[in-house]
């Protein structure tokens, strides 16, 4: 019974992490934790919903975990890179960058190639000191945009993701949320279907993936009008 339990927390988290509900999926995952604390499932998941969260440093301690116990992979290690860049960790962020190229996964015809361009950036990034301190700066200005956009000044906000963006090329989620904000705040499905290509392009996100086909229904709906 334990069992089919864990599995339906498991599929509920998974499907509110996929739908951008941080925190129901945290909430699943916790419930699984409980029963499961050393699964691979529970330490990955929610070390990537924590991440998801801005919580940086509790990510990192599940997602080491997780090395520990099951060994090193392309996904632990673009993980834990991509934690490294967020805490401003330049010189590990490109070590695990570069481990993650060297895992199979990442070569041509591996199930993470598509992921590679990215990861290429990054580590192009890390690698140059004056590009990662503009990733600094685009961490600050995304940072302002979230308070733009909680504070309803939609435009303003917008135009911060943007400068964000622009900063760091690999910045993705404020392409991402420029686009949420054109979406639901502005009612501009065109325009946000835009900014969710260009964020799905850099990343190939899921969550990126799923705003891209969300933009598209609406601005159908809108044109049949």
């Not at 700066?137 to 995304?142: N, R």
């Amino acid at each position: 019974m334990q069992s089919i339990l864990a599995t339906f927390w498991e599929r509920l988290g998974l499907s509110a992490f996929a739908a951008g509900n941080y925190d129901k999926a945290e909430g699943y995952f916790r419930k699984l934790e409980q029963k499961e604390p050393s699964s691979m499932s529970v330490l990955r998941n929610l070390g990537l919903i924590l991440m998801a969260k801005g919580d940086a440093e509790g990510a990192e301690a599940y997602l080491l975990r997780e090395e520990k116990l099951y060994g090193k992979s392309f996904h632990r290690h673009a993980a834990l890179a991509d934690i490294a860049y967020a805490r401003g960790k330049r010189k590990e962020a490109e070590k695990r960058y570069r481990l993650a190229l060297g895992e199979a996964e990442s070569a041509s015809g591996g199930s993470a190639e598509a992921l590679r361009p990215l990861i290429d950036m990054r580590l192009a990034i890390c690698k140059d000191e004056k590009s990662f301190a503009a990733s600094r700066e685009s961490m600050k200005v995304f940072d302002e945009a979230n308070r733009l956009k909680a504070g309803g000044e939609a435009e303003k906000a917008i135009e911060a993701f943007l400068r964000s963006a622009a900063l760091d090329p690999s910045n993705w989620p404020a392409l991402n949320n420029a686009g949420i904000v054109c979406l639901e705040n502005l009612g501009n499905p065109g325009e946000a279907l835009k900014l969710f290509e260009r964020a799905f392009e850099a990343s190939r996100n899921i969550h990126a993936a799923r705003n891209v086909e969300v933009a598209r229904r609406k601005l159908g709906k809108k044109g049949g009008r």
